[in-house]
Structure formats: C-alpha cells, structure tokens
C-alpha cells in the first residue's frame, strides 16, 4: 500500500435530513453504510473505520459483525474502528472477535481504540465512568498479551482473572492487528500508545489545531523517549471533514442546513467560525487539497488520514457524490503532494504485510544472534 | 516569587456602561492599592489588572458548551485567570442567584482551574434584599472548587451608589467603601503570598503514580 492511507470512518448515526424531515430507518441506514463502504473501495480509498455505540440514534453495537461482511464484499480495503470501546468491553471479548476479522479479512484489520463518551454505556456493562482511564490501561495491557502469548495466567482489578487461558483464533501470521489509541484530550492515552510503540489518532475534527499540535508533539515526544524510534517515525492519524461542489459556494448552501442541524455542533458557532477553527473545509475540491496538504505542517508527515462523509442526515446519493470527488479529485493529488519531500525515515503506513515482515526480521535477526552465540561457544 | 502579581477581574454586567463593572473597577482598585500599601513600604508589589467582560464572550461561551472547545478569544481568556495570583468575581443577582451568562462561565473552565485561587466575590442588585445570594450562591459555587474565598464578599445595591459611606448608617459594618476595602485588605493578602502567575504549567503532566500498564502489566 502507499505510504500514507486515506480513508473515512462513520459513527454510525441515524439523524433527520433537516432538508428534507425524513429519518431513515435502521435497516435502510445500515444497508446505505455497507454500500458506503464499498463505495470507498472503488474509488480507490484505502480505509473503512465504523465506530461503536449502545444507544440510539446509532446502530452500530456490533463493528466487527459488519466489517466481516465487508471483508467478504471488498478486496483491498482495510478494515477499522472507530472507536472499539477498550473500557467497557471484555479484552478477551476484542482479542477473539479481531483475531477472527484478522483470519476472514486476510489480515486488512487494524483497530482504534477509545473510552467513549456515553456516559450511561459504563453502567449499562457494569463499569464506572471514573475509572474510564484505569479501564483502558488495564484492558489493552490484557489485549496485547492475549495475541502475543499463547497460554495467559493474568490476575487485574476489573474483569474475573484467568489461569491457562488461550484466545483464539490465533492472530493470522502470529501478528497482532495494528492499534490505535484514539484520544481527544488525554495525555494518559498519548502516553499508553508511545510506550507500546501502537498509533496514535487523534481525532480533530471538532477543535482547533493548537490542542492537537501540542497532544499529537507529546505522543510523538514519548514515543521516542520508549526507544521505538525517533519523534518523526511515531505513527499518527488524523480526523477531517470535508464537503466539496466544483463551486465552493454551492458546496457552503448545500452544506449549511446540515451543519446547523447537526448532532454535535448544530445550533453553536457558524459555518464560517467552525471553519476557520477545526480542519471541517466546505468549498471546492481544490480548496480541500489545499486544507489537507497543509496539515503536516501542523502535525508533521503521518499516516492515516480518514474523513468523516456520513453523517449529520445527508442522503446517500449526497455521500457517494462526496467519495467520488474524494477518491478520484481529492486523495490522488494529496497523494502525490504529501510524498513530496516525505522524509525517508518517515513509516508508511502500517499493514498486515508490513508488520509480518518486520515480524520476520525480527525472528531472523533473534536466531542469527544466537546462531552467533553458539558459534562463539564452540570456538571457547 | 517576582514582585509583581497578576489579577484578573472577571465582570458578568450585561448593560454597557454597568454598575457590576463600576463595582469591579472599585474593587480591583482598592486591591492594587493594598498590594503597593505603605505600612509596609518592602513587602509592596505592584500588580497588573485583567478584565474579563463576559458579555464580549457571551458567544463563545455558549458555543463552548455545545461543541466543548473555547474559541481563541474565551481560551486566552480562560488561560490568563488560570495564570492568576488573584481573581474578583462580579456578577448581577438575577432572580436570586448570580446571573446565567456568569455560570456558564464557570462551566466551562477546567473544574480544577480555580483550585487553591484566592477569589473576592462581589455581586450588584436592584434592592439589599438579595445581598445573601453572595453567601448561599456564589461562596459554595467557588467552595466547591477548591477556591480560597475571601471571608468579606461586597454586595452593592443601587442604593449604595448614593451613600455616603457612613458607618453609622449601616448596621452590619460600614459602608460600600468601607466593605470593598475590607474585602480588598484581605484578597491583597493572599494574592500577595501567592506564586501562580511564575509557575510553569505543565498540560501533559500525568497523575502521580501513572504508569501506561497499570499495575498488572508487569505479570
């Protein structure tokens, strides 16, 4: 795959057209996402991240349910969330169901990790919003060693503790799926994702860039310091939203009554305000590429950049015009903008592929050390 | 410890010009002149005055709350009172409480921004009547987050612009000038004692103890 990976990511929620007055049904809404998805897939996007919520207006309580039918329906896309809620599920729960998207999706798996921001959700599976931290250190550090050891004995403070216990299937390749640790404001996760070497993804879509310049300058900052690599070989991501007409104004009058209406800013800042202090960016194609070939400016070079399409009510034929102007105006001239002096040290974006290799590297350059060491002891 | 200090005075008046803002003109006043008192000519520190008009940010507040995050204009704001040795809360009393505009304020700051701040509270009416609202209202607002209140809190009714300050004439000790420099002596202490406008913030600082396994990835 390229160096960086494009994609978009959908919180899955089911909101009145406010054009319109109608609400989609669930069946209908869910159907217009798998399409969705597909879509993303032919006009050559590399990344499909569903979220995951227990209450309406949203479906999607079951991501990898949904992406295993994806992976069946897609060949080349890679399949994430958005986030899996690493609070208030079981570890082993994420272990097992990812590891068999892993083996069904040959390996186009990855996943974002977050709390959630639902406050109910931690009683409702008999957790407790204040230990939302505590949960996501202690969950993710069982996550990790259920796919990398194959017997695990492991005692913690919030789930039932496990002797000889093995999850399986077994990650495809012996490889975990890559993670990312989505966060907004915590210096705790930024923290947790530097020390295990994992993504960081930071999604920006609703403040402005100072925040995430000094977040995401932490993640990378600690990163080094745990001896994965230097500061500018971190792995990062970043949330956009875009809506894009040949006219920009077009795109600002079509835009506008589904920006006033929406779930998370309705009825707040303008359009305009909104605009010019989150990375949303309403106008022409090229005013898009212009926003996003900036952002490693602000960030430095990363990689993944996924856009949020589907949302706030907007008709699927709306949201597949939207991804044919991304896939086939947009992404191929960030592409090509955003290689351009990428620094050789700069990762590509993680893939299955990518990690099995650095795996095999791994495993061949362990045996010629101790294939060294017996040498040595047979010349003593 | 530098020898000057800085105070920001955080205004809720809604009229322009407005009685809550005279008050805290008065106020951040008398403060200054405390912290350069001449009783003491070596312990004198001169200070430099912020005002917060909430009706400038009136917008931003509000926006604040639906999409969580403070515009440039509100977070500057937020950020030099969170830096302050010293803050004068004025809000008017509406229908017996301080008003709308000022509580959404307060919500939208970080619960901890005002732990340990020495705060002067002070509050503007139509009638004397309300003057408890600074007592049952807004002390345990500011108690509850962990500010150091000032024990005098300045009421002024519209009738106290028009007072001559005689002590006599007041039951419960003295008048408006008489209370806002009793006020002002004892927020000058503590803002003079205080080092929060030198102290260097760390946003990222981790809890004490954090580790990134927990205690039970090291198994």
Known sequence: MSQMQFGIFTVSDITEDPTTGRTLSEAEKIQDTLTIAQHAEEVGLDVFALGEHHNPPFWSSSPTTTLGYLAAKTTTLQLTTSTTLITTNDPVKIAEDFAMLQHLAGGRVDLMLGRGNTGPVYPWFGQDIREGIPLAIEHYALLHRLWREDVVDWQGQFRTPLQGFTSTPRPLDGVAPFVWHGSIRSPEIAEQAAYYGDGFFANNIFWPAEHYQRLIGYYRQRFEHYGHGTANQAIVGLGGQVFMRPNSQDAVDEFRPYFDNAPVYGHGPSLEDFTAQTPLTVGSPQQVIDRYAGMRDLFGDYQRQLFLMDHAGLPLKTVLEQLDILGCEVVPVLRKELAVNRPQETPDAPTHESLVAAAREADAAALAESGSESELAEVK | ?219
């Open chain 2, 1 to 219: 410890m530098t020898d000057t200090r800085t105070i920001t005075v955080v205004t809720a008046g809604l009229s322009q010009p407005s009685s809550t803002r005279l008050l805290a003109d008065r106020l951040a006043q008398a403060v200054v002149a405390r912290l350069g008192s001449v009783d003491n000519a070596a312990d004198g520190v001169s200070a430099e005055v912020h005002v917060v008009e909430l009706r400038d940010l009136a917008q931003d507040i509000t926006n604040n709350l639906l999409t969580g995050f403070a515009a440039p204009k509100l977070a500057a704001a937020i950020e030099r009172l969170t830096a302050s040795d010293g803050v004068i809360f004025v809000t008017p009393i509406f229908t017996t409480s301080y008003s709308g505009l000022f509580k959404s304020f307060i919500d939208v700051l970080d619960p901890d921004a005002l732990s340990g701040m020495p705060v002067l509270l002070a509050a503007t009416g139509g009638t004397e009547r309300h003057s408890l609202a600074l007592e049952y209202a807004m002390r345990p607002l500011f108690t509850s987050l962990h500010a150091v209140v000032a024990p005098t809190t300045v009421y002024a009714a519209s009738g106290d612009w028009g007072s001559t300050g005689d002590v006599a004439a007041y039951a419960g000790g003295g008048g408006l000038p008489e209370r806002i420099d009793r006020a002002a002596g004892e927020l000058a202490a503590l803002v003079r004692d205080s080092d929060r406008s030198s102290r260097v913030r760390d946003p990222f600082a981790l809890p004490a103890g954090f580790s990134p396994v927990g205690s039970f990835g090291a198994q």
